[in-house]
């Protein structure tokens, strides 16, 4: 190990040193905890860019990375003591995923609560339109037997109506009939009166009276009457 070594790269010995006496300090590549002491001196060496088995580019360019590494916390120790970068960003994503969790759940309720209202509110539009549709059916079948009511009685009317003023018809029809009948039998019966049997012979004569010939005069009177 060098004798001469700067403050920065002191401190990288003493934190890679710190790490092995702990059991924090791993390989390069991660998977196992270093345990011989010789390998975990060339690994302090190697970060603090102080090994004599590299060029002087090579250990400036190791001590960047590790000082770098450092700043951002991605060490053993700073793993082991939870200050590293990482379980800080595994607090956050932790924080994160809980918070999204929480935010998911209450959107899923504000959900549900909304889906739960506009169920309600279209059962009961469901529920009134349902009544209003069985209030307008009773209504136009009330309407439908009122006119149909109505039909029928102006209907009945009318027949009456009809029927009354057909007999009326026929009864002053037949009224007339005889009445004309009485006044031609009337007419006859003065038209016969007062008649010779000669008269009343040719009047039967004309009329094609069948058997006349042998009629008295009181006979033709009735024929020609007839």
Same mark, same amino acid.
């Given at each position: ?34 345990? *011989?002491?010789?390998?975990? +001196?060339? +690994? ?14 090579? *250990?400036? %360019? *190791?001590?960047? =990375? ?12 700073? /793993? #082991?003591?939870?200050?590293?970068? =990482? ?15 929480? #935010?998911? /759940?209450?959107? /899923?309720?504000?959900?549900? =609560?909304?889906?739960?209202? $506009? ?6 539009? $469901?529920?009134?339109?349902?009544? $209003?549709?069985?209030?307008?059916? %009773? ?12 039909? /029928?009685?102006?209907?009945? =009317? ?13 009864? @002053? ?9 009485? @006044? ?8 016969? *009166? ?9 009047? #039967?004569?004309?009329?094609?009276? #069948?058997?006349?010939? %042998?009629?008295? %005069? ?7 009457? $007839?």
């Amino acid at each position: 190990m060098p004798t001469h070594q700067s403050p920065a790269q002191k401190k990288t010995v003493q934190r890679v040193m710190h790490e092995f006496k702990h059991g924090e300090l791993k390989t390069a590549a991660g998977k196992r905890k270093v345990k *011989n002491p010789k390998q975990a +001196i060339a +690994i302090a060496l190697h970060e603090a860019g102080a090994s004599k088995y590299e060029s002087p580019k090579e *250990n400036t %360019k *190791n001590l960047r =990375r590790t000082k770098e590494k450092e700043r951002r916390g991605e060490t053993g120790q700073d /793993a #082991a003591e939870g200050r590293g970068r =990482r379980t800080a960003k595994a607090s956050s994503a932790k924080s994160g995923s809980s918070t999204k969790r929480s #935010a998911t /759940a209450k959107r /899923a309720t504000s959900a549900k =609560r909304t889906t739960g209202t $506009r169920r309600s509110t279209t059962a009961a539009a $469901r529920s009134s339109g349902t009544a $209003r549709s069985s209030t307008a059916k %009773k209504t136009s079948t009330a309407q439908r037997a009122s006119s149909g009511t109505k039909r /029928a009685a102006s209907t009945k =009317r009318a027949t009456t109506t009809k029927r009354a003023a057909s007999t009326a018809r026929s009864s @002053s029809t037949k009224q007339t009939s005889a009445a004309k009948r009485a @006044s031609s039998g009337a007419k006859r019966r003065s038209a016969a *009166n007062g008649k010779t049997r000669a008269e009343l012979y040719k009047e #039967a004569t004309r009329r094609n009276i #069948a058997g006349r010939s %042998k009629m008295s %005069k009181e006979q033709l009177e009735r024929a020609v009457q $007839r």
